[in-house]
């Protein structure tokens, strides 16, 4: 089949699977869960599934077509009949939940014999949204559908949990992303597998990497500190350490980056085999690194930058922990 309506989404075949299924056999449920961390796939996929539900293609393994007026208001964002709960709070009010959900789904759809809600980052529902939400998630009426996105949904009422269908979408799988970074987004094939490595499954987290000209300046900055790392004096490793530390977005990325080299460090120590690295073109000096340090001295940077790490996320000051850091490879 080609890769029209919900195939289009990489990965995720079980998932697209699922609810492909119900579209066609027409058992959909009223109220789904798509859970995943951020930049999965779940807003991808939901959308296309409520265009798939709002479809008037008459054949059902077709939706959605993407050609029909109420694929083309979906897309366009302004189909009557299918509502994005928005808010303006750093939780989701049980107004918003109210206005924008209950009321309208409490009025027969304009088009069509399906209303749907989309409603992100459900997490940030607070109990009073969530407990409002979960009357007509009981008693829906006939027509709606309620699709709740959450990248936590341990924050959701286990009332709410069990009366959704949860629709899981995992990491995928390295080889897929890579494929998508490098056909999709018309990377190198050594671009492609450096990003695919660093989104850990994630599409969204690749798609970002890839369009972003700063995570291509980090990487290179990077390397370039790691090749030289092992020769540079005081000074040199603190004027390092600010660097690092002044780009504050980005140390994340620098640390995720340094894990990978080291990971290729010790494997290629391990198993002499240079095919198989995130960073072939950085063979050489991974060579050199592997024969320089014993499999005890790489462990302990790879765990050296894990604790890293665990220090920023604990609010350590940023140039302590990355200065430790940098000492580990002395």
């Known amino acids: 089949m080609a890769e ?7 990965g995720h075949t079980r998932a697209v699977r699922q609810l492909k299924k119900a579209v066609e056999s027409g058992r959909v449920s009223h109220a789904y869960l798509f859970t995943g961390d951020p930049g999965c796939g779940k807003r991808t996929l939901a959308d ?4 798939a539900l709002l479809c008037e293609d008459p054949d059902p393994a077709s939706r959605p077509c993407m050609k029909c007026p109420s694929c083309r208001k979906a897309a366009g964002g302004n189909h009557p009949d299918l509502i994005h709960v928005t808010h303006e709070k750093q939780s989701i009010t049980v107004d918003d939940i109210r206005t924008q959900l209950i009321a309208s789904a409490g009025i027969l759809p304009y088009e069509g014999g399906r209303k749907v809600f989309i409603v992100p980052e459900a997490e940030k529902m607070n109990a009073q949204a969530q407990n409002a939400l979960l009357k007509t998630i ?3 009426p006939s027509y709606a559908v309620i699709l709740l996105l959450s990248a936590n949904p341990a924050a959701l009422l286990p009332t709410v949990l069990s009366r959704c269908l949860e629709i899981k979408l995992l990491p995928l799988p390295d080889r897929i992303v890579e494929e998508y970074v490098r056909e999709e987004l018309r990377m190198p094939d050594y671009e492609a597998k450096v990003i695919a490595a660093f989104a850990q499954g994630n ?3 690749a798609r970002l990497s890839a369009e972003n000209q700063s995570f291509s300046d980090r990487k290179d900055r990077t390397l370039t500190l790691l090749r030289r790392l092992k020769g540079m004096n005081t000074a040199a490793v603190r004027q390092a350490v600010r660097d690092i530390c002044a780009d ?6 620098v640390l995720g980056m340094m894990l990978l080299y080291m990971r290729d460090v010790l494997y290629y120590k391990a198993s002499g085999d240079g095919e198989s690295l995130v960073f ?3 063979l050489t000096g991974i060579r050199e690194k592997a024969g320089e340090m014993s499999f005890r001295k790489l462990s302990d940077i790879v765990e050296e930058i894990e604790l890293c790490r665990s220090r920023l996320a604990s609010n350590v000051n940023a140039e302590l922990a990355v200065e430790l850091l940098l ?3 002395q």
Do not use: K, S, Y
């Open 203 to 205: 599409i969204g987290r």
């Open 327 to 329: 000492t580990a490879f």
């Open 280 to 282: 072939t073109d950085e």
């Open 138 to 140: 009981e008693e829906p």
């Open 4 to 10: 029209t309506g919900m195939n289009r989404v990489a």
């Open 248 to 253: 504050r977005e980005g140390i994340g990325d």
């Open 48 to 51: 296309l599934f409520a265009a």
